[in-house]
Every structure is written in structure tokens, then in C-alpha cells.
């Protein structure tokens, strides 16, 4: 509603309610746990062992809340076009390797947590047109994604 849905357009805010309704039960995934709040690739700290990269760290704290783990993979899979198949599958690996739980359909459902960060910044009194336009092409391939599915 309100100034994301004007930023939006009905059609889309109409579409990615739509979405958030019908995956309710699934957007709960998961245990409350510490969430980074923008974990993406710019805020993974890695090295390289051997053959292969290992989490050196996380910096950029300032948006940490509690949350779905799945916030914190959607944040990093918030540009989805980036991540080829090999590495989701590689992501997913790691993941459960290092004792992670990941639902079935793990990849859309937590593109589609992320679009609630996404709404909020759309929502935001700023005015950023090149950001809001950039979420609006990001919220738009996940309302295609979705459909497609």
C-alpha cells in the first residue's frame, strides 16, 4: 500500500501481494535466529583453501535484526541473475555442509523474503528514483520467476 504501491504499480504491488499471501506458511521457515539484514557479496569476506573459498567474514552490521534464516539468503541472492545454477547448487552444498537446514523451493522463498526489504526501501519517504527503479526491475523478474514456477 501507500507510496510503494504508487512506486510499484498496481499491477505489480497486486501481483507481489498476491505472492506473500499465498507463501505465508512457507515464508516462516526456519527458527528466529540473528539475521545480517544485507548480506550480500560485497559484505563476505573469503580467502581461497586449497580448492576451495571459505567465509573469512561478514562486516556491515548496521541492519542486523532477527529474522527467518532465510532473510540473509535472500539478501544474498537479491540479484538472482548473478547466481548461475552451479553456484546455488554450490551455495546450497555449503550450506547444509556447515549444518544449515534449507526448505524445499528454499531459492524463490527467500528471493521472496528479501522483496519485503525491498518494499520497505520503496516505501521509504526518499526520493531514489535510479534505487526504486532497481527494485522495481528486481520485484518484477521475482513476480515472473514465481509465475513461471
Same mark, same amino acid.
Given at each position: 500500500?501507500?507510496?510503494? #504501491? $504508487? #512506486?510499484?504499480?498496481?499491477?505489480?504491488?497486486?501481483?507481489? #501481494?498476491?505472492?506473500?499471501?499465498?507463501?505465508?506458511?512457507? @515464508?516462516?521457515?526456519?527458527?528466529?535466529?540473528?539475521?545480517?539484514?544485507?548480506?550480500?557479496? #560485497?559484505?563476505? *569476506?573469503?580467502?581461497?583453501?586449497? $580448492?576451495?573459498?571459505?567465509?573469512?567474514?561478514?562486516?556491515?552490521?548496521?541492519?542486523?535484526?532477527?529474522?527467518?534464516? @532465510?532473510?540473509?539468503?535472500?539478501?544474498?541472492?537479491?540479484?538472482?541473475?548473478?547466481?548461475?545454477?552451479?553456484?546455488?547448487?554450490?551455495?546450497?552444498?555449503?550450506?547444509?555442509?556447515?549444518?544449515?537446514? *534449507?526448505?524445499?523451493?528454499?531459492?524463490?522463498?527467500?528471493?521472496? @523474503?528479501?522483496?519485503?526489504?525491498?518494499? $520497505?526501501?520503496?516505501?521509504?519517504?526518499?526520493?531514489?528514483?535510479?534505487?526504486?527503479?532497481?527494485?522495481?526491475?528486481?520485484?518484477?523478474? @521475482?513476480?515472473?520467476?514465481?509465475?513461471?514456477?
Amino acid at each position: 500500500g501507500g507510496l510503494a #504501491r $504508487e #512506486r510499484l504499480g498496481v499491477p505489480l504491488a497486486d501481483a507481489l #501481494r498476491k505472492a506473500l499471501e499465498a507463501r505465508e506458511p512457507e @515464508l516462516a521457515f526456519g527458527t528466529v535466529c540473528l539475521s545480517h539484514g544485507d548480506l550480500g557479496h #560485497r559484505n563476505v *569476506l573469503v580467502h581461497r583453501s586449497g $580448492e576451495r573459498w571459505r567465509v573469512n567474514g561478514i562486516i556491515d552490521w548496521e541492519t542486523t535484526t532477527t529474522g527467518s534464516p @532465510l532473510f540473509d539468503v535472500g539478501s544474498m541472492f537479491r540479484y538472482a541473475n548473478r547466481a548461475d545454477a552451479e553456484f546455488r547448487a554450490g551455495f546450497e552444498r555449503g550450506y547444509r555442509d556447515a549444518g544449515g537446514t *534449507l526448505p524445499d523451493g528454499w531459492f524463490l522463498t527467500a528471493r521472496l @523474503l528479501d522483496a519485503i526489504f525491498l518494499i $520497505e526501501v520503496l516505501a521509504d519517504t526518499d526520493d531514489l528514483p535510479e534505487i526504486h527503479a532497481d527494485m522495481r526491475r528486481l520485484l518484477t523478474r @521475482l513476480v515472473a520467476d514465481l509465475e513461471a514456477r
